[in-house]
């Protein structure tokens, strides 16, 4: 299995909403990921997860919280966001060495209304 | 961190031509990863490069490195229209932190 999944696929949520994004792998991979991508701009990285310790934090507002349950699941609970927060999110994971491809799941497309 | 640069931004072929982007640095990479994502898809892995001067091909993909490890290109040979998508270049920092270029969109008139 060389896939990465994630739900939902599309969400709609107003700015007093919780939600949460899921993520899953079950390649092995010990890092995960998660990227946001905005229309017609590459994808910036939010949080990495390594051996289910969070290493990365990209200095992402406390509005995203990411979590890691084990090592094939990935969530990214949603509170209180904006409307600049609509984009696509990515999750990927990779084996975890410093180098090496990284696999993206389909992302779920979030709008905040 | 550095953001490698990436052009050109668009590019419209007529399918059979060929296509190039290229991406730049102004400090040495450690490594450049090429990614494809179609329209509406996700970024999917195409290849890494890591040593100075390297050249893989894919087919109809050719893909190098620098000998100065600071710029790399990726060049297809007589497009398809499976060729359409944005080529996103992108260098892992640090040990994971994986930052993307902006991107060469790709379109192509059958």
């Known amino acids: 299995d060389t896939e990465v999944t994630q739900t939902p696929k599309h969400l709609v949520m107003g700015m007093t909403n919780k939600k949460s994004l899921k993520c899953e792998q079950h390649?092995?991979?010990?890092?995960m990921y998660w990227y946001k991508q905005k229309a017609k701009k590459p994808p910036e990285l939010m949080f990495v997860?390594?051996?289910?310790?969070?290493?990365i934090n990209e200095s992402v507002p406390s509005r995203f919280s990411p979590e890691c349950p084990n090592s094939s699941l990935l969530n990214l609970h949603l509170h209180a966001l904006q409307p600049e927060d609509s984009a696509l999110y990515l999750c990927?994971?990779?084996?975890?060495?410093?180098?090496?491809?990284?696999?993206f799941g389909p992302g779920t497309r979030l709008t905040v209304l | 961190g550095q953001q490698v640069m990436q052009i050109p931004q668009y590019q419209h072929v007529q399918e059979g031509e060929d296509f190039t982007t290229y991406c730049n640095s102004s400090t040495t990479l450690s490594n450049i990863q090429w990614y494809k994502q179609r329209p509406g898809g996700h970024p999917v892995f195409l290849i890494q490069l890591v040593k100075s001067g390297e050249v893989k091909k894919q087919k109809r993909l050719t893909f190098q490195f620098g000998e100065a490890k600071k710029n790399s290109s990726l060049h297809i040979t007589a497009t398809q229209t499976t060729d359409v998508g944005t080529y996103f270049c992108a260098e892992i920092q640090g040990a994971q932190k994986l930052v993307f270029g902006q991107g060469t969109r790709l379109t192509i008139n059958p």
């Open positions: 990927a994971s990779s084996q975890g060495r410093s180098s090496g491809e990284q696999f």
């Open positions: 390649m092995g991979h010990r890092a």
């Open positions: 997860y390594s051996y289910e310790k969070l290493s």
